[in-house]
């Protein structure tokens, strides 16, 4: 059974030029330096690190108050990672996490529970991140039980069901089972969940990837809506460049645990500056086929390097189509070529 917030004739996706809102320059999360480097072990009964997966290998960047950052890549680039060490589900090797003015690698038990009432998370896939067994007014409550927050069950049950309006469902959505709602119920029940905790700052992981492209655009639509409406800033972790493009203030692009360019959303579209991106934006389709058929198609030659034995030098260096002598050997800085527009290329 499909409720009429799916239905497909609501899907369009407003025009992105109104549709991403204001942002303050108000610094709320700074990454510095941050690398996650997962060990590799051999042996049975004595396990020794022989190797060590460089999943983020040196990441800064700034979040600010009531912005949509994106960070895209292919599979396997970081993006994940990234959000589960600013989430505190990962430990990071090296690097800072600033949060508030607050280093939350330093603090104690205490401060991080504060912490983790401020972000929140909506996962990938609305069908897992779900407990089968709860109801949906359980699944709501339970952070406002754990935490505290409300301690009466009947302001609790007026608040999950406020959350299940806000989302756009129907109150009586408190007592289905996942399995009793779509794909687009179940990933509101998500959203409602991050909600509940009042938070400032949600990582958006992959968040409207697993539903239908029609379900997409509402989902879309509720997350700015929210945004505006609470204050929020997301950090949105996704593969889509059309989604991002249409909900993002700037975007990020990440290419084997590295950050390779960064800028606001329309200078990134319309202006890529560093091969990798180019690549990528080259490969997203254009629906007329004539035009598609017409186009240049550039295309990066070789897979992408092992994480575990990056290449010296630019990580780009063996598929890069601009490649020099010296790309092998020295590691691009991260720099500002333009106000806003940051690239870690040598030949840019």
């Given at each position: ?13 407003r ?22 480097h ?16 460089k ?58 529970i ?20 709860m ?16 301690s ?39 959203i ?10 949600i ?146």
């Amino acid at each position: 059974m499909t409720a009429p917030n799916d239905a497909p004739q609501e899907a369009a996706v407003r025009d992105d030029s109104q549709f991403r809102g204001a942002h303050t320059n108000e610094l709320l999360v700074d990454v510095r330096g941050l690398k996650m480097h997962f060990p590799v072990t051999e042996g049975v009964f004595v396990q020794r690190v022989v190797a060590s997966v460089k999943a983020v290998d040196g990441l800064n960047f700034q979040i600010m108050k009531g912005e949509t950052l994106g960070l895209v890549g292919e599979s396997g680039c970081g993006k994940t990672t990234t959000g589960r060490c600013i989430l505190q589900l990962e430990n990071p090797t090296a690097g800072e996490i600033i949060y508030n003015g607050v280093d939350i690698n330093g603090l104690d038990d205490k401060s991080m529970i504060d912490y983790r009432k401020k972000i929140q998370v909506i996962f990938q896939d609305p069908f897992s991140s779900l407990n089968p067994r709860m109801k949906v007014g359980e699944i709501l409550t339970e952070p406002m039980r754990v935490h505290n927050i409300i301690s009466n069950e009947d302001d609790r049950r007026q608040r999950a069901v406020e959350l299940l309006t806000t989302c756009g469902l129907k109150a009586n959505f408190y007592d289905r089972y996942p399995h009793e709602m779509s794909g687009g119920q179940r990933q509101r029940v998500g959203i409602a969940r991050a909600l509940a905790m009042d938070p400032e700052f949600i990582i958006c992981d992959e968040a409207v990837s697993a539903l239908d492209v029609s379900i997409q655009a509402q989902v879309i639509n509720l997350l700015e809506d929210l945004r505006e409406q609470f204050g929020l800033t997301y950090l949105f972790i996704s593969h889509d460049l059309s989604v991002v493009r249409h909900i993002c203030h700037r975007v990020a692009v990440m290419y084997l645990g590295h950050m390779v360019e960064l800028a606001d959303c329309d200078e990134l579209f319309d202006n890529p500056l560093h091969p990798y991106t180019q690549a990528l934006l080259e490969a997203v389709p254009i629906p007329d086929p004539d035009l598609e058929n017409a186009r240049e198609h550039k295309i990066i030659k070789g897979e992408i390097p092992s994480p575990m034995s990056p290449p010296s030098g630019c990580v780009f260096h063996p598929r890069c189509p601009k490649a020099v002598a010296s790309c092998s050997q020295e590691f691009p800085d991260f720099r500002e070529v333009k106000p806003g527009h940051w690239v870690a290329c040598t030949e840019v």
